[in-house]
């Protein structure tokens, strides 16, 4: 596999890694700062390349472990009190005095299976991600971007897996009514 | 039987861990008698595999999905002073 000059890494693969780290932290400058440190880091491993993957698959390999670390810091520096908000986000979509029944009944979406072959749709699915609470969101994708299990990702978020779970839940009701909003509900596509 | 919201929850709650056998017979039940909560699974479910192919494939659009021009130009400067 060919490796390509350190100059040449910006341009070939400074964007891909920037919306890898953007997406998975919802902080635009905060993934610069790991963009720049996962070239920095690659610099230095250079050598140690073998080449057995791409240039990409190397460095994307780099950012991920930097990203977690990331994680890792920022996130114990909150009060969990502040991760877990307040229970009142999942009450307000529920009818108490009727049952707990839910007050805008989720739609038949028809055939959502559609809509990823949709470039507009990924341009909503984007913004559905960046309207969640930033810490539901870095929890919500170092699960599901990352692939974290749960333990594993618990103790990175130094959470525990009930917390875990409950903010999981939430990122998962806002995005499904995101998505609901701002793409399904609009008619045909 | 369980609640809507409780539904909602163990269905959320499926894709993160295995569910009990009452956990499931439970939701079963509510699925059988609540359209709202069948859509809510099926939502769930689509929410799974559009995140799968978002990490897979990294659909390109135009929201921030560019380094600025100025951390270009910092990035630049760095790698000189470490090359």
Redesign the interface.
Known sequence: MPFSQ??H??EQH???L???A??RLRD?AQA?DL??ET??AA??ARQRFAGRSSERTWLIGILKNKLVDYLRKSFRERPLAELIENESE?DV??DASA????KN?????MN??Q??ES?QF??I???CI?ALPVRQAQAFSL?????LE?EEACKVLGIA?TN??VM??RA??R??EC??THWFSRGAR | ML????T??LV??S???RLSWPEQLGVRIHLLFC???R??T???R??????????LE???????????PE??E???L??KQ??
């Open positions: 350190p100059e890494w910006l400074g964007d891909a920037y919306r890898y953007y997406f635009r610069e963009v720049q070239f920095i610099l230095q999942i979509l529920f049952d707990d029944h839910w009944p989720p739609a038949d979406w959502p299976i809509a990823l470039k990924w341009k699915f984007m913004e960046e699960c599901e971007l990352q692939g749960g897996t875990l779970w999981m839940h998962r009701l995005l499904r998505l609901e | 609640t809507c919201k409780q909602a929850q959320s709650l894709y993160d861990k359209d709202a909560c859509h809510f099926r939502h769930m689509f929410l799974r595999e559009a995140t799968r192919r978002f990490a990294q659909p390109e659009t135009d929201n921030h999905a560019r380094l600025s951390a270009i910092r990035i630049t760095t790698l470490h090359g």
